[in-house]
């Protein structure tokens, strides 16, 4: 379930003056996408809408480099970012049952977030851990030599938060 993404006055007066700033060197496309991502936090289609407009690309162009790379996102992330990692020497310790216990509680799936915007849950790829596979991380916190009881008891000291 996504999460209501809502422009503020002030994100795009702020995104419009560094797009008029970027657009005095050549190539200000990416660089204003790492600005929008910035100031909103995603990079949803009412903001690549503006970035065209402002830019005079192409909706379908601006979306094409915002899907391609992935430190840009389009939906809004939560509050809380929750990655599982899924490299091979997680996933043959039983990483996806992690995953699945915690997608259970949180009633969501990899990739989505939650509702309240609390989590959002991801499937990551090797996070240079295997050490202690298998792992999963919350806000850069690794848990180490995880399982899902450790997963949900993890979970169980954010929403108490
Ligand atoms: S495979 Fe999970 S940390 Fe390397």
Known sequence: M????????????????RIA??????????????DAQRI????????QKL???ELGESVAKINGVVTFYSHFSIEPKGQHIIGVCLGTACYVRGSQQILDAISGELKIKAGETTEDGLFTLEATRCIGACGLAPVFTIDG??????NPTVAR???EEYLQK
Not at 21 to 34: A, I, R, S, V
Not at 40 to 47: E, H, K, N, R, S
């Open 153 to 155: 008891k993890a979970l």
């Open 51 to 53: 970035i065209a407009e």
């Open 21 to 34: 700033e970027h657009k005095q060197k050549p190539g200000p496309l990416m660089p204003t996408l790492h």
């Open 40 to 47: 909103f936090g995603c990079i949803p289609v009412q903001v």
């Open 141 to 146: 916190k690794v848990y180490g030599s995880a």
């Open 2 to 17: 996504a999460v209501k993404f809502v422009m503020k006055d002030e994100q795009v007066k702020e995104l419009k003056e």
